[in-house]
């Protein structure tokens, strides 16, 4: 394995960073006088295209969380972790079918305005600063410390802070252009991470090939990896029983087997991509058609995005189980096989991995100057604003939101390192992710939600994940019990052997999902049989063209074959 790049490298990711830029700037002044217009500078209304739209959302989800993440979840459970990904394409087909037509039709801008539609100004507010704090100490935090600290592995460990710096600043030139400059530079961004990241998937296997002893070739190198750790192979971990190892325990607790299927799995991957600013927006500028099909794209795409951010996480564990790698936690999986690149295509890696963190970083903070814009600023601070004005709150916001998350990754204040990448931000949106899908889901299909259910629905939610997600209830009703099992384990943590007792964090979300439908259900029925605010809706919006039903077919199938192999 070799540290550090060489002048061909370093050739190769300025071509990267060149075009970029270059492109970004010439969007940008082709489209200047636009550029003062919100609607163009947030939503880039009507002048994205479906590939446009597809690949942008797929550039912005790919981040380091995914390359450092998920490919160490990759190397610590092997294939089941694809469910994130694989479940996501069935998603978005839910999304651009039936979420699109209500957000297109409605006018929506933000998921707050959509609140303040459906709902009260209360709930929106209270949803515009949540979204906020989460995107700024969750998401733009995690996604940058990752970022740097798999980049600065990759040149030798000494960059760490220099390389923050520089990603926040590309990340700001690409967002400060408006929503139009992010889409059509992402589409740049996706190639290089889906050319950069399946050329380290196949040199991955090649490594991996010739160590096994079955020549330098990625197809024999799959197989014979296959063969060789068929445990990581597996899509649903069966329920441990008494004769279960530790391991397997710990296996189960991340991803339930078929039960996280008919829990968690959905409110991660609804909520993410039907309820959240920051995916949602690419396609809020577009017409119905246009809108879907990029969605459609984008989960076309996602199938096979496992390749690139999974793949390498098990040859990295195939590779440490034959002693020809040693790492000190599974989040240094990816970068651990960068190491094992050939010069020049390590630059192209590392151009990918640069593309994906960056569009990631420009995508989030261009969402957080959305919604301080037109959820709050415009709202509560200046109700006159120009729309000039607007676009330059926009910025200064965008620029404020970087800095302050470059302050609390500096010295990983907020302990991102510790908890590892993937799981860090799964955590802390898992608390309130079910309430915000049951708010959504309700106020857009049951006429007779009300405002007071909203609000009630929020706070149930968040308060029965604090339940589930401690140790209050194995410690008070045990175990086991109808609605759960607590499984108890061993792990090490800062050299030091401690005792877990955890009920699967998935299924926690189910049953927050749950009780919050309950209680916003129960609470509604007390007020009018159909909501003054409830969205008009009918069967005709939610019908398809043939070449959008054609996309949805071949995504199904080639999903079907997937789990079909991989079961």
């Known amino acids: 394995m070799k540290n550090g790049l060489i002048w061909s490298d370093y050739v190769v990711f300025l071509i990267y960073f060149v075009i970029v830029a270059g492109y970004g700037y010439w969007i940008y002044s082709k489209k200047k006088k636009e550029a003062t217009s919100t609607h163009d500078f947030f939503l880039a209304e009507g002048s994205l295209t479906w590939w446009a739209i597809g690949a942008s959302m797929i550039a912005s989800n790919i981040s380091a969380e995914q390359f450092i993440g998920m490919s160490g979840d990759g190397f610590f459970v092997g294939t089941a972790v694809a469910a994130y990904e694989w479940i996501a394409a069935l998603a978005l087909i839910i999304i651009a079918v039936w979420f699109m037509p209500i957000y297109l039709k409605n006018k929506i801008m933000t998921m707050p305005q959509f609140l303040t539609n459906r709902y009260n100004g209360t709930v929106a507010l209270i949803m515009a600063i949540f979204w906020l704090f989460l995107y700024v100490f969750v998401n733009l935090t ?125 409110i991660v991957n609804l909520n993410y991509w039907g309820c959240n600013q920051y995916i949602t927006q690419r396609a809020l500028g577009a017409d119905l058609t246009t809108a879907r099909n990029g969605i459609l794209f984008a989960g076309f795409l996602k199938l096979f995005m496992p390749i690139v951010v999974m793949v390498p996480g098990i040859a990295a564990w195939v590779l440490v189980k034959h002693g020809h790698l040693t790492l000190d936690n599974k989040d240094g999986a990816y970068a651990a096989i960068l190491g094992y690149l050939p010069n020049g295509l390590k630059g192209l890696s590392l151009a990918a991995l640069t593309a994906a963190i960056v569009a990631s970083l420009a995508g989030k903070v261009n969402s957080i100057a959305t919604i301080y814009t037109l959820d709050l600023h415009k709202k509560y601070f200046a109700k006159d604003s120009s729309e000039q004005k607007q676009v330059w709150t926009g910025r200064i916001v965008a620029v404020a939101a970087m800095i302050i998350a470059l302050i609390f990754t500096w010295e990983d204040l907020l302990g991102i390192g510790g908890e590892g990448g993937f799981t860090f931000i799964q955590k802390y949106t898992g608390f309130i992710s079910p309430g915000i899908l049951a708010m959504f889901l309700l106020g857009m299909f049951w006429k007779r939600t009300t405002g007071a259910a909203a609000v009630a629905g929020i706070i149930t939610g968040f308060l029965v994940s604090l339940l589930f997600n401690s140790t209050v209830l194995p410690e008070t009703f045990g175990n086991e019990t109808l609605l759960y099992t607590a499984y108890q384990y061993t792990k090490e943590v800062n050299g030091v052997t401690q005792t877990f ?48 039903l054609a996309l949805i077919v071949a995504t199904l199938l080639i999903l079907s074959a997937f789990y079909i192999k991989f079961w």
């Open 142 to 266: 995690s996604i940058l410390y990752l970022g740097a600290v798999a980049i600065n592995g990759l040149l030798g460990g000494a960059y760490l802070h220099t390389i923050m710096i520089v990603l926040a600043i590309m990340a700001l030139i690409i967002t400060l252009g408006g929503m139009k400059v992010i889409g059509y530079t992402d589409v740049i961004q996706v190639a290089v991470l889906i050319i950069g990241g399946l050329a380290t998937t196949w040199m991955a296997l090649t490594i991996v090939g010739d160590k096994l002893g079955v020549g330098a070739n990625a197809i024999a190198g799959f197989k014979a990896m296959m063969a060789d750790s068929p445990e990581h192979f597996k899509m649903i971990f069966p329920k441990p029983d008494a004769n279960s190892s530790n391991l397997d325990i710990q296996k189960y607790v991340v991803l339930p087997g078929i039960a996280m299927y008919f829990a968690g799995q959905w």
């Open 501 to 548: 007792v955890e009920i699967p964090f998935l299924i926690c979300m189910g049953w927050s999902f749950f009780f919050t439908v309950l209680v916003m259900v129960v609470l509604s029925l007390f007020g009018p049989k159909e909501n003054p605010k409830a969205i008009e809706i009918d069967a005709s919006m939610f019908k398809v063209k043939p070449g959008t």
